[in-house]
């Protein structure tokens, strides 16, 4: 037919996953498409009018003092209320049916103590702006970057916060539990990927920033003394 178009690769190497091994992507010829109808403000609109239902849950200043106390400093709030988030809400993925995409709203994971990604996101934004620090949700692929030229919303696996307004811009990820709150840095499997931020007709992609040298120090101190013809070595980070 003439409107037919096929690519056709020879010789591809063989391949077995393996840990540590680069991403398939970088081995073997790819062809990624989207429709050119579609753009990144549409995109994020449209994925916020799906779940317009589940998101701005108001919370009383009552409800809030469990999360922050007297505390006039706006990041010393939004640092407290990230970490109370982080420890009370446990990690459950969900991914199947509409649970896939639509998160819980915040009095749901609230009472059920447990949510995915989404679940996270939408609490933490939740209460970060009824406590009058601005925060946005944020699309993300966890596991690589997306390709910003091609909109789709098939490309992103995971819903992070974005807080435009502390430090020039920070990407918070409390579905990441072992790592400590910081908001000089970012999550590190997440630096250099690009997030959607999602905002009503006006949706844009920012970068993640990589943690620069000055906030991401290792600093170790080693004494060595001689005692009674003993050499006794001690070490601190």
């Not at 178009?5 to 190497?13: E, K, M, R, S, T």
């Amino acid at each position: 037919a003439d409107d037919l178009v096929y690519w056709d690769f020879n010789n591809l190497p063989n391949y077995k996953k393996t840990p540590y091994l680069p991403d398939f992507e970088n081995i073997f010829p790819w062809i990624k498409m989207a429709s050119s109808k579609d753009n990144w403000q549409d995109i994020g609109s449209h994925y916020l009018k799906d779940i317009d239902t589940k998101i701005n849950t108001e919370f009383t200043q009552q409800e809030l003092l469990t999360y922050v106390n007297e505390s006039s400093d706006i990041e010393e709030i939004a640092k407290n209320i990230t970490i109370h988030t982080q420890k009370s809400i446990s990690y459950q993925a969900i991914e199947f049916g509409d649970r896939a995409l639509i998160p819980n709203t915040s009095r749901q994971t609230l009472s059920n103590k447990y949510g995915d990604c989404k679940d996270h996101a939408v609490l933490l934004y939740d209460l970060l702006n009824a406590a009058g620090i601005k925060a946005q949700l944020a699309l993300i692929n966890a596991d690589k970057d997306i390709v910003p030229e091609l909109p789709n919303m098939a490309q992103f696996n995971h819903m992070i916060v974005y807080l435009p307004e502390i430090n020039g811009g920070v990407f918070i990820d409390i579905t990441d539990k072992d790592s400590a709150i910081d908001f000089n840095s970012t999550p590190i499997h997440l630096q250099g990927h690009t997030a959607l931020v999602l905002e009503s007709d006006q949706s844009k992609l920012i970068q993640v920033p990589k943690t620069s040298p000055e906030n991401n120090p290792i600093k170790v101190t080693r004494v060595v003394e001689e005692n009674n013809s003993q050499i006794i070595y001690h070490e601190k980070s």
